[in-house]
């Protein structure tokens, strides 16, 4: 157990609809990283929050956004949902900034199903 | 652009064997190299290398990085089949590029 959770596990919805993603840090980590993990494409980077702020983008849609709130949680929201959105999302947490030089720890993911 | 490769993308051996994963990338901004292990669930972390020539190890695994070939290996010895799993290679900075992993498969 990483010690980072999110929720939910699995989420089935429909094209065209909006879901929210939850994921809380481990305690003293201050960075949260979303990533998408699809058959066909591996693990990519979406974006990154630091204290609140917006550290990174990586191959996040338009249709995609985050946020990460005082408490250190984030939420990631994915709307106009599309069958290829269907993946497993990760969200994994630092304790500092630096993506690369910090260990990421990852959540379990949510598994979502876009029908 | 950006890329991170890994080979081979599959791998099967016996218990016993010993392994060598590669990963090369060309990447601006380095910054590090990270190797993780997926099984079903979340990829849980390995090592991470910022330094070229220094080996890190952990148990049966070990891994090394050369900053001037743009590569690191991940070797695993004595092969155990609770090391099956997909090895990912991540590299870069803020941006973590990931490459497309090796599946290793260790049978009995």
């Known amino acids: 157990d990483s010690g980072v959770t999110q929720t939910p596990k699995h989420l089935i919805t429909a094209t065209g609809q909006r879901v929210t993603l939850r994921c809380s840090p481990r305690?003293?980590?201050?960075?949260v990283y979303w990533y998408q993990q699809s058959l066909d494409q591996g693990l990519q980077f979406l974006i990154q929050?630091?204290?609140?702020?917006?550290?990174a983008k990586g191959n996040i849609l338009e249709r995609f956004s985050a946020q990460q709130f005082p408490d250190l949680h984030s939420e990631l929201n994915l709307s106009s949902l599309e069958l290829g959105d269907s993946a497993l999302y990760f969200c994994?947490?630092?304790?500092?900034?630096?993506?690369?030089?910090?260990?990421?720890?990852f959540g379990p993911g949510t598994r979502l199903t876009v029908l | 652009e950006d890329k991170v490769v890994q080979s081979p993308l599959s791998l099967v051996v016996h218990e016993g064997d010993t392994v060598t994963l590669n990963c090369s990338y060309e990447?601006?901004?380095?910054?590090?190299l990270l190797w993780y292990k997926q099984e079903k669930k979340a990829p849980t972390f390995l090592f991470m290398l910022?330094?070229?020539?220094i080996e890190k190890k952990s148990g049966r695994l070990s891994s090394i990085l050369d900053k001037k070939e743009l590569s690191s290996i991940l070797n695993i010895t004595a092969t155990q089949t609770g090391d099956s799993a997909i090895y990912l290679c991540?590299?870069?900075?803020?941006?973590?590029?990931f490459g497309a992993g090796t599946r290793l498969t260790v049978k009995p």
């Open positions: 991540a590299v870069g900075n803020n941006d973590m590029r």
């Open positions: 994994a947490s630092s304790v500092a900034g630096g993506g690369g030089t910090d260990t990421q720890y």
């Open positions: 990447v601006t901004n380095f910054r590090s």
């Open positions: 910022t330094s070229s020539g």
């Open positions: 305690s003293g980590d201050l960075s």
């Open positions: 929050y630091y204290n609140g702020e917006e550290r």
